[in-house]
């Protein structure tokens, strides 16, 4: 009947809202993740490379 089908397209719907708010969610933070890890680097690779040059100076010290 019309009152079972309007009830199912509406559960439908909501679970594919839903569906699409938890993929949107996981990719969010995948990207957070990434970007996190990148900044980590980031940080990690200035310090390293401001290590070296202070150690080349010490050099002609």
Not at 29 to 54: P, V, Y
């Amino acid at each position: 009947n019309m009152s079972t089908y309007g009830s199912s397209i509406s559960d439908n719907l909501t679970n594919g809202i839903g569906a699409l708010t938890d993929a949107d969610m996981s990719a969010a933070s995948a990207k957070l993740t990434s970007l996190q890890t990148k900044q980590s680097l980031a940080i990690k690779s200035l310090t390293i490379a401001n290590s070296q040059s202070q150690n080349i100076l010490s050099l002609f010290q």
